[in-house]
């Protein structure tokens, strides 16, 4: 099955910044808003962030609003993340797929994610 594929993770200190992509070409994501999600250890995978598929408009959850922006290059199939501030909290591994509420035929198998570490 065809997975988006993440990269750009690593360790950052408190208040640095990375830039993660999510590569998704021969996925059915065409005219599909698309989201970033991330899961902390021990806890269930979640939302953090939403474009619209033209990339227009976007939506943050309150936990990354104002340090995070989302966006997406749809000639590159490619969708990013700019994470500034990082805390602590915000250790987690990073996925892309379709948004919350999309159709379900519209989201892809989940990939391997990419590993956001934070030193304190």
């Known amino acids: 099955q065809v997975q988006p594929v993440e990269s750009g993770g690593g360790l950052v200190q408190a208040g640095g910044s990375l830039s993660l992509s999510c590569a998704f070409a021969g996925l059915p994501f065409s005219g599909v808003n698309k989201a970033w999600y991330r899961q902390a250890p021990g806890k269930e995978r979640e939302s953090i962030a939403t474009?619209?598929?033209?990339?227009?408009?976007?939506y943050y959850a309150d936990s990354v609003k104002g340090r995070f922006t989302i966006s997406v290059d749809n000639g590159k199939n490619t969708l990013y993340l700019q994470l500034n501030n990082l805390k602590p909290e915000g250790a987690a591994v990073y996925y892309c797929?379709?948004?919350?509420?999309?159709?379900?035929?519209?989201?892809?198998?989940w990939g391997q994610g990419t590993r956001v570490s934070v030193s304190s």
């Open positions: 797929n379709a948004a919350p509420y999309s159709d379900p035929t519209s989201f892809a198998s």
């Open positions: 474009v619209r598929w033209n990339g227009e408009s976007t």
